[in-house]
């Protein structure tokens, strides 16, 4: 068979986990906490499950659930959306950053994707016949060079994906950004798919400028949310896309085609969970605090850093240390001191080596700790 995507291989999150498993590794490569959700959620999900409600959802998601998306991204960012005609439920951000790709890119559009890049954009840009245009982000805080950004704008660009908090560098966009950002393509026939799955981790006070609440954003911008990292439950796939009625109209066309619609009775619990913003409240002090414990472990190795802005992720320097490439190095930490570690050159569309890891600090404190020990070893 002819591939359709002869670039693309196991992903490396599949292939470091399995490492990890095989060799009993601590795994801070795959980005998935390490710990249990809160036992109220699971309490409301059996509660669904054991009520009549496991048959299909609608096919845009159950309308109690879309209500409290509306409010709750009300009361974040002071942005109104219609339940009924603006916010699609799906099955993970993965499946709506699909279809919003799916839903716009026509073949020979381009797309600009900043790198490093989270690695589901560019196989749903080629899938589409898309031709993505890659803009680095600027070495060594991963910020964006905008007259870099304005030169990469040609007549054929149609969408530009945009990540904030970002995988996996953590940098945080700033209100200057979305300036940038409305300047370029105001008047232009641009859209945006605006990833923003870590919108409630974030650290040392940084707020999150979600690009929705910038008009002329919001009237061109899919953004797409995720209740796998907000709730410690990434295994149960939930996300979300929301996007003016005639974006909306387009996405649900691909959403009701690829998986018609989402896993019903985890809706309504999340629904009823949503009325109690505490949960997504604490996450930032809950993570400082895990970042900071993990990074204080790590101040006498020979690895550098700049403590993370947002995510769950922190991405390190190893130069001082080894001229090893970050593959063969994260294979190795994995199997000799059980530490397993994502290399960085694998969100580059041509492996550029920076000898950078990424570490993810969603895990247990004695996990943490005992990781930092061994790679303070080095
Ligand atoms: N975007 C980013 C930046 C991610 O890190 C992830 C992975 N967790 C996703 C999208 C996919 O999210 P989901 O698991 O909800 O499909
Ligand atoms: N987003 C997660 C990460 O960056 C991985 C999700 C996945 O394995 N697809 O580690």
């Not at 802005?309 to 991405?315: I, K, Y």
């Not at 290399?343 to 005992?370: G, M």
């Amino acid at each position: 068979l002819a591939s359709k995507l002869p670039s693309v291989g196991t992903t490396i999150f599949t292939v470091m986990s399995k490492l990890a498993t095989d060799v009993g590794a601590i795994n801070l490569a795959q980005g998935f906490p390490g710990f249990n959700c809160d036992p109220v959620l699971v309490s409301l999900v059996e509660k669904y499950l054991r009520s009549n409600l496991n048959q299909y959802a609608p096919m845009a998601g159950v309308p109690v659930l879309r209500d409290a998306i509306a409010r709750k991204t009300l009361a974040c960012y002071g942005v109104g959306y219609d339940p009924d005609t603006e916010i699609t439920i799906t099955s993970g951000a993965s499946e709506a950053i699909f279809d919003a790709v799916t839903a716009v890119v026509r073949p020979g559009d381009e797309v600009i994707v900043f790198e490093p890049a989270y690695d589901c954009y560019v196989p749903a840009i080629d899938l589409n016949g898309g031709v993505p245009v890659y803009v680095a982000l600027s070495a060594p805080d991963y910020s964006i060079d905008w007259p870099t950004v304005a030169d990469a704008i040609t007549d054929r660009t149609r969408l530009m994906i945009v990540n904030t908090p970002h995988n996996p560098s953590g940098r945080v966009w700033t209100a200057d950004d979305l300036t940038q950002l409305a300047r370029l393509v105001r008047d232009r026939d641009i859209w945006i798919v605006s990833d923003e799955v870590y919108e409630h981790i974030l650290f040392d006070q940084r707020i999150h400028h979600s690009l929705m609440t910038h008009p002329t954003l919001r009237e061109r911008t899919f953004v797409v949310g995720s209740f796998g990292k907000t709730f410690h439950v990434t295994g149960w796939k939930i996300g979300y896309c929301l996007a003016p009625a005639a974006f909306t109209t387009e996405f649900r066309k691909v959403h009701q085609y690829l998986t018609f619609s989402t896993v019903t009775p985890i809706q309504y619990a999340l629904a009823d969970y949503l009325s109690q913003p505490d949960h997504y409240r604490a996450l930032p002090d809950f993570y400082q605090r895990k970042r900071d414990l993990f990074l204080d472990s790590l101040r006498d190795s020979r690895f550098t850093f700049t403590p993370t802005e947002g995510s769950f992720f922190q991405t390190v320097s190893y130069a001082a240390i080894t001229t090893e490439p970050d593959y063969d190095l994260a294979v190795r930490l994995t199997h000799e001191i059980g530490v397993a570690s994502i290399p960085v050159s694998v969100f580059y569309h041509q492996r550029t080596d920076n000898k950078i890891l990424r570490f993810c600090f969603a895990k247990e404190d004695a996990d943490l700790l005992r990781a930092a020990e061994r790679l303070c070893s080095l």
